[in-house]
Every structure is written in structure tokens, then in C-alpha cells.
């Protein structure tokens, strides 16, 4: 019933920039925090960035600085404004969304399918 799209992934250089978008789609009645993880090959994933439903926000302290977590809620979307990057920052970009949806009784959470993030010269 609910799905959550990724994109905006992509190859770019280092010191560029990229925006992910992270789509939730289906009858959702709130969504409590979004949040986007990252995971390298051979390396565990790890979380990134987080918001939540009042706009409180924490960093890695490998992006602080750099990225930016946002929202819109009335697009049920969430994204990740990615300034600066290092080549350290390529890998797959999870979304992950706690939220609730019309006939629901709870809230639980949600992940996207990924989009690769490659910073390479």
C-alpha cells in the first residue's frame, strides 16, 4: 500500500552536487520522520541524516555541514541536498520513512530501493 521512490542519484565529481528525492506514495496519514542511510560496498549501512515531523534534524558527523535534510509534507516527500562531495560519500542512498497510513493502526517504517551516488574524477 505504501511505496517510497528514490532518485536523483547520479556520477559527479568531487566538490559537486547532488539533490536526492525520496517520493511516498499510497494513502499515508502522517509521516512521523524520514531519514537517509548510505551503504558502501563492504561496509555497513549507516544513517546519514534524519528529520523529523517538527523539522528537528541530525547529521552524520562525516556530512555535517554538507548536506541538508528537508521535507515537504504536503508532497510526502522528503530530500537531501548533497553539497561538497568527497569521493568517501559514493555509495547506495536508502530512504526510510516512519509513518502511518489510512487504515493503520500504527506506526512502522519504510525503505526505498536505493539510488547510487558515485563522486569520482
Known amino acids: 500500500q505504501v511505496q517510497l521512490v528514490e532518485s536523483g542519484g547520479g556520477l559527479v565529481q568531487p566538490g559537486g552536487s547532488l539533490r536526492l528525492s525520496c517520493a511516498a506514495s499510497?494513502?499515508?496519514?502522517?509521516?512521523?520522520?524520514m531519514a537517509w542511510y548510505r551503504q558502501a560496498p563492504g561496509k555497513q549501512r549507516e544513517l546519514v541524516a534524519a528529520?523529523?515531523?517538527?523539522?528537528?534534524?541530525n547529521y552524520a558527523d562525516s556530512v555535517k555541514g554538507r548536506f541538508t535534510i528537508s521535507r515537504d509534507n504536503a508532497k510526502n516527500t522528503g530530500y537531501l541536498q548533497m553539497k561538497s562531495l568527497k569521493p568517501e560519500d559514493t555509495a547506495v542512498y536508502y530512504c526510510?520513512?516512519?509513518?502511518?497510513?489510512?487504515?493503520?493502526?500504527?506506526?512502522?517504517?519504510?525503505w526505498g530501493q536505493g539510488t547510487q551516488v558515485t563522486v569520482s574524477s
Open positions: 528529520i523529523s515531523s517538527g523539522g528537528i534534524t
Open positions: 499510497g494513502s499515508i496519514f502522517s509521516i512521523a520522520a
Open positions: 526510510n520513512a516512519n509513518l502511518k497510513y489510512s487504515g493503520s493502526s500504527y506506526y512502522q517504517g519504510y
